[in-house]
């Protein structure tokens, strides 16, 4: 892996965020165990690969990536010639949220050597472990004493690590984070044709949210297609 960040392109100090996720028509992103948490289509997973293949950077949180057998690389080979038609670096850089640091070692994400990857972090992550993270990963950023500050981690990713298009991949949690800090440009929303009830089950937007509706992130729809049994939006902040 290469830890050199690329020369800027533009002056803007933050990224153009991207939030995409798939949920169920009950607006559920995993079953009430956490056990159920890929339930779209092929085409939604080709969305994704889409998506990836126009961003500078990929983000996820810890939980995301210890569920699942992910790697936030952009796929196949057709997906690495897209980005590099469009002046991309042929494998985004990769970036995972933990503000207590714990982090598996064992996730698979970290078994895929093709693209750095950064894990943003806080002071309440003991050294020790933020130790031990630096020696699987290019860079540990703290970036707060108890939260993560999300407005100067994305001012830090563009300024370091050139990230002009960020997309984030969750949990919940994250993308909360995200929308309280007004930081999230355009939402990609996939419907499934299912139901998973739960009240335990999560969401796109987990946390505390907003108790008032005028406190509410406004986006307006950009587009919506319908192919076969699912549903995919657009919104764009307003």
Known sequence: MNSKPRIRRSKSPLPFVLVN?????????????????????????EHLLELRATVDAVMAGARTVDSAAINL???????????LKSKLAEYNLRVLVSGSGSVNPQAEIFRHH???????TTSRAPQSDRRRLLALVD???VCGRREIDFRFALEWLRRRW??????????GELNAALF???????????????????????????????????????????????????????????
């Open 73 to 83: 690389g952009p796929g196949p080979a057709r997906f690495r010639r897209r980005r």
């Open 162 to 171: 050139d990230v002009e298009r960020l997309l984030c991949e969750g949990g």
């Open 180 to 238: 309280r800090a007004g930081l999230v440009d355009e939402v990609h929303l996939t419907i499934c044709p299912k139901i998973f009830g739960g009240r335990k089950a999560p969401t796109i937007a987990e946390g505390e949210g907003f108790r008032r509706l005028a406190d509410a992130t406004p986006f307006k729809l950009k587009s919506f297609k319908r192919v076969k049994d699912e549903v995919f939006a657009v919104f764009g902040r307003v």
């Open 114 to 120: 093709f693209s750095p990857i950064v894990i943003l």
């Open 21 to 45: 996720m798939a949920m169920t028509a009950d607006g559920k992103i995993a079953t009430a165990n956490r056990a159920v948490s890929s339930f779209g289509s092929a085409r939604d997973r």
């Open 139 to 141: 860079e540990v950023k």
